[in-house]
């Protein structure tokens, strides 16, 4: 019963918040404190910037799920360490309280299998081979040139099978709208 009330709490909320008649206040003591005490993802990522500042490592990606699961990936120019993690997650955990609000976190390292999510990543693999899964379905791969907001410059490659090994040519380079992108990724070489 508690369970459909909370569902039917939450439905209206929803719509008079919809139609902008409720104001945060006067929400409070109407919904669970679960429900009121989820975790900004805002704020998390402020509070991994601050912690951050001054070092080569930046902030890829915070998420924060609404049983308060937060999962906070970061990149580096030159790596991430397991340490670099630990400081990261116990400086997050320093700011939270565990008696206000239950939470679980995780903090990554974007790693060659994430793909990238902020121009800083590009600009990191300028010179380097990715791949690129665009918007139209087709997919591409060669050394990123060039990389700023609106468009990346690529020295796209083609492979070709011969016999028992595979070949690689090198092509044109072509220039592809951030818009067209769907997924960009660091090609792995062994």
Known sequence: MAALQILVLLVQVRILVGQQRLSENDLEGTMSPLLLK????????????EQLEGTDRFVVHV???????????????????????????RYIEHQLDRDEEDFELKVLSSGLEFPFSTLRQYKKYIGKRIQLKLENSNEKKGVLQEANNKYIILQEETEKKYK??????????????????????????F
């Open 38 to 49: 989820m975790i900004s993802e805002k704020q998390i990522k402020n509070w991994a910037e």
């Open 63 to 89: 998420k924060v799920s609404p049983e308060n699961a937060i999962h906070i990936i970061v990149d580096s120019d030159s790596g991430v360490s397991i340490e670099h993690c630990i400081a990261l997650s």
């Open 164 to 189: 028992k090994t595979i070949k690689r040519i090198t092509g044109e380079s072509i220039r592809i709208s951030m818009d067209e992108i769907k997924q960009a990724k660091a090609v792995i070489e």
